[in-house]
């Protein structure tokens, strides 16, 4: 669904763009004048420009609008693999709607959070943005807030929930990586060339000038299209399509904690970045370190053949705090996701492997 | 006239200030009593206000709790600045209370910061861990408890007090109870001063797990399933060594294991300490009394993973210090094995009262080591020290000669203490195991009669030690 418009107005608090990404950040997001919201309708600035990713994060259905700035004149620079390197200046913005009812997704639209991501002269830092309930403008909210939220689900059915607006600390439970066993650094986790290669999306940053060193698009990975099974029968997918969507919404949902850079990567061995092709590391007869309750009273992370005795899947289809995953941002069960991470856990009994103690696959 | 009005007024507004910064609910301490530069006091009735001032911490600065209870629906969490002070009122007067937390977080305090100090207050009710610090440099945790107020369930949060990846961290003075894992637990860290702590009432009382360069000291350990324990899990690539575990009392170990799974599982009620896949550990000047299933024990790392490539590290990987170590190594020489446990001191331990009533009970249907353990001992007494001689080239029931010391365990012959080499791969495989099976040497111990590889290497907390 594409709610903005690329139409360049002075509606923008009546003027350009106005970021200091090495000073403090303003109260009201509005004086940023990166964008409009009026009346359901989003207006990015002069200089912004939206864009879409083929797997997002998942985020208790949360309708969410991305747009990047760079400053005057600067581009990011392609990488294959990793995000691109984004200059400093660079603005991610990420606005999270939902609607009153999910069979009408467009309708009704209400801001809730933007979150902005600001490339400073020392590193990256996260500002978080709570929406007026009149809608009229952000305000930053260093403390974020923990929000109960309503809508009627795609079924019709009333969905009540916590929904969590992080704090400025939290946004680093994700975006910090480790760099070095002791060090840490801040990056953003979307603009990768695998998630951003869709349609033209590519070729049109490269010829608005936003992104330098594109190879030929034949040379560019790129993640499933989520709207590829998010509404389709998986029933109707072969196993090959399963696998290949499964590991990029593990990927994106997942890899940035587990990963060989992630501390919980490093301290629970599980690697769930869709390039790592080590079944014991992405969790196949691997029993966790430290899961806790998290485990379900089940013995591995994946059991091939076996999604209900996997602790992966376990994590995913539960919605009890100190057991699911991720450990931050989810309330919700992602039920079609659930479907298609079992789907891929069936698959795994191709690899012939049975797990010491566990019953054999039916 | 005028000149003379000047310093009264001063003196007048000063004191007018000081009641003011001296409000209730920071009798103990207040912003006054730190050197913070920037330092907030938040009152227990204004948990929204403790997390604006959290995320807006800058580097040196100091928060004050006050006294009560902090009803807390979001993770208190410090992370992007260093040298920060959380403290409260103490233990008993600030308690941070998570247990109405609405959304998932991976601990109530979740804390990444470097030279940071977090210092009387409790934590309750955290749904997953109580209180965590992990990937940071010289952090002081002193004053701190951490428990749940169901008492023991498997539904507890997993750790209660839990530094990991960190380097030069001082813990003490804390209490911890009711992990549904461990109550202590410094796992994968380098230089870590244990002391004066209590943890009672949880699964694990105190772990130190692939840790390098530990002294745990003075601490009290009563009432968990197993009580203070030293080892290395496979795959991590902080090899642990150099630990030094004394005057610590090690006592009523015998809670039923409530965890709800993962390694901590297969720990026999009433196991006092165990040293497993470690090395470089004196475990001495202890008090060991009435862990039913017994005081001491040395493990190789197969015991919990059998499969010696799940311990293989490659060199390159590997963090810390690894020199001296002797570690063994594959066949290409550039990775290495750690799952033999090597050069454990035991001595001048006293025990009395362990090892009448060995856990026998099946771990998930299946028999663990307090199985055998029972199986073997029957009705007498298990000895104060047990080894499982994994990794040993020689072992015979009767012969000292015929038992090799390849890993140089040492085990003093002190007052009350008996030892049995069980050679645990052969005995687990007999029907019916007993006794017959088992090398049960007296006094000396021979040819575990050695005086060890001298002294560990202490940990170095540079001015950690000094912080008031």
Redesign the interface.
């Known amino acids: 669904m594409r709610i903005w418009l690329l139409v360049a107005l002075a509606a923008c608090g009546g003027g350009p763009v106005r970021v200091d990404v090495d000073g403090e950040p303003p109260e009201r997001l509005g004086q940023l004048r990166l964008f409009d919201w009026n009346d359901g309708e989003l207006t990015y600035n002069d200089g912004v420009t939206p864009y879409e990713l083929n797997t997002p994060l998942f985020s208790d259905f949360a309708v969410k609008e991305r747009a990047i700035w760079l400053p005057e004149g600067e581009a990011a620079t392609y990488t294959a693999a990793g995000v691109f390197d984004l200059p400093v200046g660079t603005v991610l913005i990420k606005s999270f709607l939902f609607p009153d009812d999910f069979r009408a997704p467009d309708r009704d639209l209400r801001m809730i959070e933007t979150r902005l991501l600001m490339h400073g002269s020392d590193g990256w830092v996260a500002y978080p943005y709570l929406w007026d309930a009149d809608q009229k403008d952000a305000r930053l909210k260093?403390?974020?807030a923990?929000k109960d939220l309503s809508f009627v689900d795609a079924n019709g059915d009333d969905v009540a929930f916590?929904?969590?607006v992080p704090?400025?600390?939290?946004c680093?439970?994700c975006h910090?990586h480790?760099s070095g066993?002791?060090g840490?650094e801040?990056i953003p986790i979307g603009p990768t060339a695998r998630n951003l290669n869709r349609g033209d999306q590519l070729t049109a940053w490269e010829r608005d000038g936003l992104l330098a060193g594109l190879p030929a698009l034949a040379e560019v990975g790129s993640a499933v299209d989520q709207d590829t099974w998010i509404d389709a029968d998986l029933d109707a997918m072969s196993q090959d399509e399963i696998d290949r969507a499964a590991r990029d919404y593990l990927d994106v949902n997942c890899a940035h904690c587990h990963s060989p850079s992630g501390?919980e990567g490093?301290?629970s061995?599980l690697f769930l970045n869709w390039d790592n092709e080590d079944p014991f590391h992405f969790g196949v007869c691997k029993?966790?370190?430290?899961?806790?309750?998290g485990?379900?009273?089940?013995?591995y992370d994946v059991v091939p053949g076996n999604p209900e005795r996997s602790i992966l899947h376990f994590r995913m289809r539960t919605d009890?705090?100190?057991s699911?995953m991720?450990?931050?941002?989810?309330?919700l069960v992602d039920e079609k996701a659930v479907d298609l991470i079992g789907r891929w856990i069936l698959g795994l009994d191709g690899l012939g492997v049975q797990c010491e103690?566990e019953p054999p696959t039916p | 006239m005028h000149s003379n009005q000047m310093p009264t007024l001063a003196a007048l507004s000063a004191l007018a200030l000081a009641s003011a910064c001296k409000r209730e609910g920071f009798d103990d301490v207040s912003c006054r009593d730190l050197e913070a530069e920037d330092c907030v006091q938040v009152s227990a009735d204004d948990p929204d206000g403790l997390i604006e001032a959290l995320n807006g911490l800058a580097a040196g600065g100091a928060i004050v709790l006050g006294e009560g209870t902090f009803t807390m629906d979001n993770a208190v969490v410090i992370r992007g600045a260093d040298g920060v002070t959380l403290i409260g009122q103490g233990m008993d007067a600030t308690r941070l209370d998570f247990g109405g937390l609405k959304t998932q977080a991976p601990a109530g305090v979740d804390v990444i910061a470097n030279d940071v100090r977090l210092e009387g207050f409790a934590v309750i009710d955290a749904p997953k861990d109580a209180l965590r610090v992990e990937d940071s440099d010289g952090v002081v945790i002193r004053g701190i408890e951490t428990t749940w107020s169901a008492g023991a369930a498997t539904e507890n949060g997993a750790y209660g007090i839990y530094p990991v990846k960190v380097s030069r961290v001082l813990l003490e003075d804390s209490v911890a109870s009711y992990a549904s894992d461990a109550g202590i637990y410094v796992g994968q860290c380098v230089n870590a001063v244990v002391r004066n702590n209590t943890a009672s009432g949880n699964v694990a009382g105190l772990e130190i797990e692939n840790t390098q360069f530990a002294d745990v000291y003075g601490n009290t350990v009563t009432d968990n399933t197993g009580g203070l324990v030293v080892f290395d899990l496979p795959g991590n690539p902080v090899v642990g060594r150099d630990i030094w575990i004394h005057d610590n009392e090690v006592t009523d170990n015998n809670r039923a294991n409530f965890a709800p799974g993962g390694t901590v599982r297969m720990i026999p009620a009433g196991t006092g300490t165990f040293s497993m896949a470690s090395r470089r550990v004196i475990i001495e000047d202890n008090t060991y009394a009435n862990n039913n299933t017994g005081d001491l024990a040395v493990l190789a790392g197969l015991v919990v993973q059998g499969d010696p490539e799940q311990w293989k590290l490659s060199k390159a990987e590997l963090v810390g210090v690894v020199d001296g170590l002797d570690l063994e190594e594959d066949a290409t020489g550039t990775s290495i094995y750690n799952w033999r446990t090597t050069d454990v001191v035991l001595r001048g331990n006293s025990h009395s009262g362990s090892g009448t009533a060995p856990d026998a009970s099946l771990i998930d249907g299946a028999p663990g080591l307090g199985t055998l353990i029972a199986l073997t001992w029957g009705d007498l007494a298990v000895d104060t020290v047990l080894y499982d001689a994994i990794g040993e080239s020689a072992f015979d029931p009767v012969d000292p000669a015929g038992n090799s010391n390849d890993n140089r365990i040492c085990i003093g012959a002190d007052p009350g203490v008996t030892m049995a080499s069980l050679d645990a791969e052969n005995l687990s495989q007999a029907f019916p195991p007993t006794l017959d099976m088992v090398y049960r040497p007296a006094p000396p111990f021979a040819p575990f009669d050695c005086a060890g590889f001298g002294e560990v290497i202490l940990p170095d907390l540079g001015d950690l030690d000094q912080t008031p």
């Open positions: 260093l403390g974020g923990v916590s929904y969590l704090q400025k600390n939290q680093l439970d910090e480790k066993f002791f840490r801040v501390s490093i301290a061995q029993e966790p370190g430290s899961a806790g309750n485990t379900g009273g089940y013995s009890e705090l100190g699911m991720p450990d931050i941002g989810r309330s103690g």
